[in-house]
Nanobody, 121 residues
Framework: VQLQACGGGLVQVGDSVRLSCLASGRDFSSNAMGWFRQAPGKEREFVAAVSLGDGSTNYARSVKGRFTIARDSAKNTVYLQMNSLKPDDTAVYYC???????????????WGQGTQVTVSA
């Protein structure tokens, strides 16, 4: 499975950004996709995950109510809609694939290359 993330950029506080993650290839055990982020000097942290089957989702507390993860199975794409962005959301965002919508990075088998999101105050 190859994952390609895109959609990041430089935005202002309160702005919205939508990230996309295109999956190619197929691992039939990968039934979920997640987004993680890593800010400079910090560990990679969970953001959101979605089951590709029933669409169930998990969110980090810090983004719940502001971010929405969604999948488009026909396009093999998962999106992360980020609203009401804050400076603390500044990070490199990674998409990843796993068997279930885990909230822990080590359970993910495949990773994309990351896309930078910078929120300017």
């Amino acid at each position: 499975v190859q994952l390609q993330a895109c959609g990041g950029g430089l935005v202002q506080v309160g702005d919205s950004v939508r990230l996309s993650c295109l999956a190619s290839g197929r691992d039939f055990s990968s039934n979920a996709m997640g987004w993680f982020r890593q800010a400079p000097g910090k560990e990679r942290e969970f953001v959101a995950a979605v089951s590709l089957g029933d669409g169930s989702t998990n969110y980090a507390r810090s983004v719940k109510g502001r971010f929405t993860i969604a999948r488009d199975s026909a396009k093999n794409t998962v999106y992360l809609q980020m609203n009401s962005l804050k400076p603390d959301d500044t990070a490199v965002y990674y998409c990843a694939a796993a068997r279930l919508p885990y909230m822990v990075a080590r359970y993910y088998d495949y990773w994309g290359q990351g896309t930078q999101v910078t929120v300017s105050a």
